[in-house]
């Protein structure tokens, strides 16, 4: 079945350190590809997605490019923020299989000032 | 803007016990889901309803079971709770199947 494969956190880098979280994917179909963020206390939150290749989403300084090739979305950011501390998620939504969200095991990123 | 309201925030149970965790959301959403949250394990999906009247399992579904009587509410029962259900449980809704997930503030709930 589906599936999303994260890089291994706790992540900690200095502020306006460059960011990077890798995320591949396994899908049978066609997926849209998600990049979800959670804050300490709070539930999920969309932060960007891209629904076919070579698209890329972008918000708040971050960025991520759906890459069927190499089937990855890794997301990246030039200069990262205390307040970018928060676990992020990967996540596929594949219309073909109901298009229910599959979620990456979430990398957790510490940003010290 | 309430959004999607979980409840409760935080609750601890005996094993063996009878628990609802209840879900509401204000924005006439079709889908709605239930994940549970664990430790290195993300998300994974319990149950989802694309339209009030349906549901369907997601890939943890084994003791627990849901009701879409109407479009706003989605509760999670567990029949008979287990320490193994000790979790963080998110409820979530999208406008379509396919759409945006907006998330609850999370229920944490302990077996004990």
């Known amino acids: 079945g589906d599936s999303v494969t994260q890089m291994e956190g706790p992540v900690t880098l200095s502020e306006e350190a460059f960011l990077t979280i890798n995320c591949t994917y396994t899908?049978?179909?066609?997926?849209?590809l998600f990049w979800y963020v959670q804050y300490p206390g709070e539930g999920l939150q969309l932060l960007l997605k891209?629904?076919?290749?070579?698209d890329k989403g972008s918000n708040k300084g971050f960025e991520a490019t759906y890459r069927k090739e190499t089937t990855s979305f890794h997301l990246e950011k030039g200069s990262v923020q205390v307040s970018d501390s928060a676990v992020y998620f990967c996540?596929?939504?594949?219309?073909?299989?109901?298009?229910?969200?599959?979620f990456g095991q979430g990398t957790e990123l510490s940003v010290k000032p | 803007i309430a959004g999607i309201t979980q409840a409760p925030t935080s609750q601890i149970l005996a094993a063996g016990r009878r628990m609802t965790l209840r879900c509401t959301q204000d924005?006439?959403?079709?889908?709605m889901y239930w994940y549970r949250q664990d430790l290195g394990l993300g998300l994974r999906l319990i149950h989802y309803?694309?339209?009030?009247?349906?549901?369907g399992k997601g890939e943890v579904p084994d003791g627990y079971s849901v009701s879409r009587a109407n479009t706003d509410d989605f509760p999670l029962t567990l029949a008979s709770a287990v320490p193994s259900q000790t979790s963080v449980y998110f409820c979530?809704?999208?406008?379509?199947?396919?759409?945006?997930?907006?998330f609850g503030e999370g229920s944490r709930l302990t077996v004990l």
């Open positions: 309803s694309n339209t009030a009247g349906t549901t």
């Open positions: 996540a596929l939504s594949d219309f073909n299989q109901g298009g229910k969200l599959i």
């Open positions: 899908a049978t179909g066609y997926p849209s």
């Open positions: 924005m006439r959403h079709n889908a």
């Open positions: 979530a809704s999208a406008g379509t199947p396919t759409g945006e997930l907006f």
């Open positions: 891209a629904t076919k290749a070579d």
